[in-house]
């Protein structure tokens, strides 16, 4: 019985996860999504804190502890948010789905 209810999760969240399967091959850019962002935005530094109730220089630390991976969800969130968007966050398998992952 619980394995029947463990292929039964596996199936609804590969079903739920099915538009971010698309996304492996998308690959960070090298300075970060959120200074890749802000500049294609054309918002600097300093309008972003602004927004952040920051100093320009916490923009920029931000930005690079993203980088580094070593920014938190919520920090990441709160710096989407400033820039009208919004952090979409999944974890999907290498490859494959979740049912074919099975043991």
């Not at 209810?5 to 090298?30: G, I, N």
Request: aromatic share 6%; proline share 4%.
């Amino acid at each position: 019985m619980e394995w029947k209810m463990q292929v039964l999760a596996q199936r609804e969240l590969d079903r739920e996860l099915k538009p971010f399967l698309t996304t492996r091959r998308v690959h960070r850019p090298s300075e970060g999504w959120l200074r890749t962002v802000r500049k294609a935005l054309g918002l600097s530094a300093k309008a972003m804190a602004k927004d952040l109730q920051v100093s320009p220089s916490a923009v920029f630390r931000m930005e690079r502890a993203e980088q580094d991976e070593k920014i938190s969800l919520q920090g990441l969130n709160e710096a989407a948010q400033a820039m009208s968007c919004k952090v979409v966050y999944a974890i999907v398998p290498n490859q494959g789905s979740f049912e074919a992952h099975a043991t």
